[in-house]
């Protein structure tokens, strides 16, 4: 069964900087897309970025574009969300998912398997 376990959340200043990590247990991750999603307070999940199988492509939000950067290791099953120049509005919790099926977007309905979440806080 394929588990996807975030960390590296936590509270950081306006104009900081943090890097959350995906772990996914499993064999298959090399195959799978992966986005990232943040839930603001009081607010739907959205859509952060995503990147390819290979690493190779990437897509962002208007919102994060410039400012956040997705990565994969696939020898370690591992995916990064690096973020930079920080803003109170990315307060939210942060999602890791994964598309098993091939699909490639940002919208949350291609990706069938999530994370439990981490939490950042963005304070002014």
């Known amino acids: 069964q394929v588990q996807l376990v975030e960390s590296g959340g936590g509270l950081v200043q306006a104009g900081g900087s943090l890097r959350l990590s995906c772990a996914v247990s499993?064999?298959?991750?090399?195959?799978?897309?992966m986005g990232w999603f943040r839930q603001p307070p009081g607010k739907e999940r959205e859509s952060v970025g995503a990147i390819s199988r290979s690493g190779g492509t990437t897509s962002y939000a208007d919102s994060v574009k410039g400012r956040f950067t997705i990565s994969r290791d696939n020898a370690k099953n591992t995916v990064y969300l690096q973020m930079n120049s920080l803003k109170p509005e990315d307060t939210a919790v942060y999602y890791c998912?994964?598309?098993?099926?091939?699909?490639?977007?940002?919208?949350?309905?291609?990706?069938?398997?999530w994370g439990q979440g981490t939490q950042v806080t963005v304070s002014s």
């Open positions: 499993g064999r298959t991750f090399r195959v799978f897309n």
């Open positions: 998912a994964a598309s098993t099926r091939g699909a490639w977007g940002l919208a949350k309905n291609l990706y069938e398997l």
